[in-house]
């Protein structure tokens, strides 16, 4: 027993002393190594978990930006796919552009009653309704001249009826697209004009405002005709003066046509912000700028207005007037172009049908701003209706 164990004292004291005589350096080591294990031990997680939550941060950051580009990616398709469906849908179904063109069912302002024009301020202006065809009844308006004002206080119809035999002019106004006889710019302008010394009738074509009836070219213009049927049948020998404005031109124009064909002319014609033709003012529109490089263009949304019967063709119409003629224009308007106005002077200006009648063109400055329907503002208008109505004598102006 004693024999055995005494080899392994030996090997210890041995070890024992080697260690001793190198512990200077290995003890340090081993030190040193202990240290770092345990400073990893101490400092791993820790320096773990930011690297962890930077790590889940950036995933989720990449995660919203790739849901924002996946809902944007979807609307820029939607907004694609409906920019590329609205000229076949509109090609499919022309009446849209019918119902674009005419706007009726736009009624501004809203919540008026047409049936009280005095609520628009308009005293001296009684409200009537005609009945053009079976099935069709328009609302109209009759403002006397503001000279008036007292007299036409609680008058009925036939008073007002009766006032149209007087010795002042009667103008026939036409109004444009949207709204109905009683929007604020019109009513603003019946006041100017029977400030001026004018009867003004005017009213809303069928399926405007509280007329009943389904718009249409056609349509409009007997509206118009028979309107002014009515106003000769009670003013005598008063002058009696046709004022379109804007798509109220194409039915002016129109109507005055009819009236030359019949040998029963206005005694002229006032033409505001007008063009030549509905095509070339669809072309121009505001509306069309999106599309008016689209291809096949006049295929898709042109062709459409034709064939529903829509021409209000301004350019060949006055070829075939026989009166006096004033167009006047805005160079800032921004629905109907100011060259489409200069364009349709120009054609009518030379043509035949007028050689004994006087044109004139008025522009209006754009730093004025009267823009589309604004030319009432003007203080100039009193004297050019006052010139332009009051001479007879045939002549060109510009």
Known sequence: MRKRTEPVALEHERCAAAGSS????????????????????LTGPAAAEPRCAADAGMKRALGRRKGVWLRLRKILFCVLGLYIAIPFLIKLCPGIQAKLIFLNFVRVPYFIDLKKPQDQGLNHTCN???QPEEDVTIGVWHTVPAVW?????GKDQMWYEDALASSHPIILYLHGNAGTRGGDHRVELYKVLSSLGYHVVTFDYRGW???VGTPSERG???DALHVFD???ARSGDNPVYIWGHSLGTGV???LVRRLCERETPPDALILESPFTNIREEAKSHPFSVIYRYFPGFDWFFLDPITSSGIKFANDENVKHISCPLLILHAEDDPVVPFQLGRKLYSIAAPARSFRDFKVQFVPFHSDLGYRHKYIYKSPELPRILREFLGKSE???QH
């Open 22 to 41: 190198s512990s200077g350096s290995a003890a340090a080591a081993l030190d040193a190594d202990c240290r770092l294990k345990q400073n990893l031990r």
């Open 128 to 130: 009537y309704y005609l």
């Open 149 to 153: 004002w007292k007299n036409a206080q």
């Open 209 to 211: 405002g509280d007329s």
């Open 220 to 222: 409009m213009t007997y």
């Open 230 to 232: 009515w106003i000769k």
């Open 252 to 254: 002016a124009t129109n």
């Open 394 to 396: 045939p002549e060109h």
